[in-house]
């Protein structure tokens, strides 16, 4: 399988340097994106809907993984990539490629669970989900998920832990919130996009996550709001900085951010996780475009910028429809006058 998509990638690729037929008199420009699968259903339909508005312009996403679209940018074999977590830094000053990362919308990562026959609202704290994913807590009716669910008669049943192979951005997320409510889990596990779990088996992309956690009674998982409620999956409230439990939800995914606004930087690199605000969703993040700040040649940086544009204009509005939360209007504002920038 890994040889089938590098192949299809350098297929793409032959067809991202080489114009296509003229279309209506223009040449066709296909840009390449590569990036994380928990925004493609939203990038797929942008993209679409844009060539609709622009059939000159054509644009191919391919969900590799957060990590693998910031490398793709960072050696120059793709035009844009998708991410849910800044670049590393040291990844950044090893390329000679200068790259722009933007906010594109706001996303929430949620625990999904199945637990056949337990009605209610399942609650967790940063503390009880990290000692779950360290491989200490192991049991549903362990004491301490049975305090933090009083109203509620958990089975003694094994937790199915699953998480996600290296490189994706989900995990990145929720070892950030982990890792700033347990510093046993920051010491051993750390924030990372490919973190090294001591429990759990692996789930590829997000639409897998989702089917295992639906085969799996006792299973215990995490992907995107959006995907997870498509999946009619249960989704548990996390305990927030405040002290209060909060469901996951487009709302409390943007208080989430409005509570940070103010301290982004002109780089956009801030983490969400655990903000300040009794109605703040505490695993909350941006997802990005990892751009270069220059491309390839005129032609295709004529594309990019003008359909960045269009994804800061119509393409906010379009995500909006689709369930995910909106960012900040003053925040839109300064990312939109970055993506400008870009030639």
Do not use: C
């Not at 789930?203 to 089917?211: L, T």
């Not at 700040?293 to 269009?310: F, I, M, N, P």
Request: hydrophobic share 40%; proline share 7%.
């Amino acid at each position: 399988m890994g040889r089938i998509v590098r192949g299809v990638f350098a297929s793409l690729l032959i067809l991202a340097v080489i114009e296509a037929a003229p279309t209506d008199g223009q040449m066709s420009t296909v840009l390449v994106v590569t990036g994380s699968s928990m925004p493609e259903p939203l990038y797929v339909l942008w993209n679409d809907e844009y060539h609709k508005q622009q059939p000159a312009v054509q644009l191919r996403y391919l969900p590799e993984g957060s990590g693998a679209g910031a490398t793709r940018v960072l050696t120059g074999t793709g035009d844009f990539a998708g991410g849910d977590a800044p670049i590393p830094e040291k990844e950044l000053k090893a390329s000679t490629t200068k790259v722009i990362e933007l906010p594109t919308v706001l996303i929430g990562i949620v625990v999904i669970y199945n637990l056949p026959g337990v009605t209610g609202e399942l609650h967790l704290s940063g503390p009880v989900l990290a000692n779950i994913f360290l491989g200490k807590i192991t049991s549903w009716n362990d004491p301490a998920l049975a305090k933090l669910n009083p109203e509620l008669k958990l089975p003694a049943v094994s937790i199915q832990v699953l998480h996600r192979p290296a490189g994706k951005g989900s995990s990145y997320i929720l070892t950030d919130f982990l890792s700033k409510t347990s510093p046993e889990f920051l010491s051993r596990v750390g924030r990372s996009e490919s973190p090294d779990w001591p429990v759990g088996s692996a789930a590829g992309r997000s639409h897998d996550m989702v089917e295992k956690v639906q085969a799996t009674p006792g299973a215990l998982g995490y992907t995107e709001l959006n995907i997870a409620e498509k999946g009619s999956l249960r989704m548990a409230s996390i305990r927030n900085a405040e002290g209060e439990f909060v469901r996951p939800s487009a709302h409390s995914i943007a208080a989430a951010a409005t509570a940070l606004t103010s301290r982004v930087t002109d780089d956009f690199r801030i983490s969400l996780t655990n903000a300040p605000g009794k109605e703040s969703y505490p695993i909350s993040s941006f997802t990005w475009f990892y751009v270069p700040a220059v491309a390839k040649d005129s032609q295709r940086g004529r594309a990019l910028a003008e359909y960045l544009k269009w994804v800061y204009t119509d393409g906010e509005k379009m995500a909006q429809q689709q369930g995910y939360p909106p960012l900040p209007s003053d925040l839109l504002a300064k990312v939109a006058a970055k993506a400008a920038t870009i030639h």
